[in-house]
């Protein structure tokens, strides 16, 4: 789960991460308001949606007065925010956050995220900051310090002073900054996080050091254990399909391609969208049933493909272990039975009753392409786009 960046703050502030001061403003005269309250000079709206790369959309403005203040917030409260993580469809802008200006003289990275090749979670920090650590990483590697935090032994002093000494910062700078890594991976174990990051992490010319930015997520199978954590979900912020997705406990992330995809577990759905690429196809979503997926399940999950415009073909990939093939098969006939099915339809079944699951298909009456392997399943779907 995603949260905002001015949620991610107040979070930072119970752990004594200094940030801007601040309000959330949802309307033109709020943000007004609070640049009044700022002290009516410098300060900072920010679009507040779940993706980077706001400012180079236009979702960040630097104004010098409570009337800029007030003309940025119309700008961009409401407005349709596209952005290199929104994808071409853009988010709307809801509400915005108004910071102070800041005099910064030194602007760094500093996250944590897992590293699944060793099961441990790494401190990541850069000099670069104000950049994406992806670009730092494949254009100026050298400028990434890390330290992997054995979960066996834990973290200690030792892991900030790494991450502090290779950053190369003045010495009144070492005790402050190692306060905030240790506050970071306070944070990331506390509230079960798979990512958390400042970006950008700055200095200012008198000295002070505080989060700009702030981006956190946390893992979904943890948030039973955090009520507090579960009432920041914006709903708006996730596309319509995967909501009605979540209702009937189906894995469904919406994608930007033609192909809707119906796989049950997440390797074979990987693989299967990878196979549509190589053809020349694009995936319009990742849609795992699951592996115990029943006929109501495997029916909502063919309604929500059909409900995203963009699907050209579906390709229906099952391999049945403990999601049988007739119980898939039962649920692709009952489906279609309810809805209108205008786009040509791949289907690919293998193993548990395989055979009976092929028979409830072949007497159902649907106008379908069956395909016996890997291989001819994506190219019978690139033929149908």
Do not use: W
């Not at 007030?70 to 709307?92: D, R």
């Amino acid at each position: 789960m995603k949260i905002h960046e001015f949620q991610a703050k107040d979070i930072f502030k119970r752990y004594d991460i200094a940030v801007p001061e601040g309000e959330v403003a949802a309307t033109p005269e709020q943000v007004r308001e609070i640049a009044e309250r700022l002290g009516g000079g410098t300060v900072v709206v920010k679009a507040q949606i779940h993706a980077g790369g706001r400012g180079k959309g236009g979702g960040v403005k630097v104004v010098h007065s409570p009337e800029e203040a007030y003309e940025a917030g119309k700008a961009i409260l409401g407005m349709n925010l596209v952005t290199h993580q929104t994808g071409p469809e853009g988010q709307t802008v809801r509400r915005v956050l108004v910071e102070q200006g800041l005099a910064i003289a030194k602007e760094l990275y500093i996250g944590i995220v897992v590293d699944r090749a060793t099961a441990c979670p790494v401190i990541m920090a850069s000099s670069a900051g104000g950049m994406d650590i992806e670009e730092v990483a494949a254009q100026s590697p050298e400028l990434i310090v890390k330290a992997a935090v054995d979960p066996a032994i834990g973290f200690s002093a030792m892991h900030a002073r790494k991450i502090v000494f290779g950053l190369g910062l003045d010495k009144e700078l070492i005790k402050p900054v190692s306060r905030v890594v240790t506050g970071l991976y306070t944070i990331f174990t506390e509230k079960n996080c798979s990512l958390i990051e400042i970006n950008p992490f700055v200095i200012t010319e008198d000295k002070r050091c505080l989060a700009l930015d702030g981006k956190i997520n946390f893992d979904d199978d943890a948030l039973y254990k955090h009520p507090d954590i579960k009432e920041l979900y914006d709903p708006h912020e996730q596309a319509p399909e995967e909501l009605e997705a979540s209702k009937h406990k189906l894995n469904y992330i919406k994608l930007d391609g033609n192909v809707g995809c119906m796989v049950n577990g997440a390797g074979l759905a990987m693989a299967t969208m990878d196979i549509v690429k190589l053809v020349g196809a694009e995936p319009a979503n990742f849609l795992d049933v699951g592996g115990g997926a029943s006929v109501e399940q495997v029916e909502n999950a063919f309604r929500i493909l059909l409900s995203d415009q963009k699907v050209k073909a579906i390709l229906i990939n099952i391999f049945g272990g403990i999601l049988r093939c007739d119980r898939v098969a039962s649920g692709i006939v009952e489906a279609a039975k309810k809805v209108d099915l205008n786009v040509p339809m791949v289907i690919r079944l293998e193993g548990t009753n395989v055979e009976e699951g092929r028979r409830i298909l072949h007497g159902s009456g649907l106008s379908f392409e069956v395909a016996t392997t890997f291989d001819d399943a994506a190219n019978k779907i690139a033929q149908c786009v």
